[in-house]
């Protein structure tokens, strides 16, 4: 079966960046692959997807400042992370699925990473 690891995460000043990190393994071909954040006290939102053909989007709290991207060579996801803000202190977590409605929806996910803490100050 598919795993994703994190390693990363970490505390930043506002204003600064992030980068996070997922490394995949198991896959059998191409999938689709996003991040999600659950804040503190609030359920879990997306943050931003790819899908299989290197396609993303956003969400709108987000465009302007955050980044996905992916290297296949090294079966990894990053999220580049700019411009935070304390709003963004959260749990991240990274996440595949061959099914991109269940991507998009945030339900029904496959495979999730074990999640890095990301705190704003």
């Known amino acids: 079966h598919v795993q994703l690891v994190e390693p990363g995460g970490g505390s930043v000043q506002a204003g600064g960046s992030l980068r996070l990190s997922c490394v995949a393994s198991g896959y059998t071909s191409p999938m689709n692959m996003g991040w999600f954040r659950r804040l503190p006290g609030q359920e879990r939102e997306g943050v931003a997807l790819?899908?299989?053909?290197?396609?993303?989007g956003y969400a709108d709290s987000v465009v302007g400042r955050f980044t996905i991207s992916k290297d296949n060579a090294k079966n990894t996801l990053y999220l580049q992370m700019n411009s935070l803000t304390p709003e963004d202190s959260a749990m991240y977590y990274c996440a595949a699925d061959h099914n991109w409605s269940q991507m998009v929806s945030g339900r029904g996910v496959d495979y999730w990473g074990q999640g890095t803490q990301v705190t704003v100050s």
């Open positions: 790819v899908n299989s053909d290197g396609s993303a």
